[in-house]
């Protein structure tokens, strides 16, 4: 789990799943107060960071195809 805070207030996270060469990004959370402030691209810049570190050749995001702000991230 990588967590992404601010004066000691939890403003997101988001939780990898390694299994040898793949990675999947099982939920990535913001909280509301942080929402359009670039929270979730970080947290997202850090995870494939990880799999950089990691040599992870796939990473995998699922979204549901009515969740329109995952899918227009």
Known sequence: MLVAGQSGELAGFVVLLL????????????????WRRGTGASLMEVAMQHCRDHEVARLILEVHGNNQ????F
Do not use: K, L, R, T
Not at 27 to 32: D, L, P, Q, R
Not at 69 to 72: E, L, N, P
């Open 69 to 72: 702000g995952a899918i227009a």
């Open 19 to 34: 299994v040898a060469d793949i990675a999947e990004i099982e939920s990535i959370v913001v909280a509301e107060p942080w």
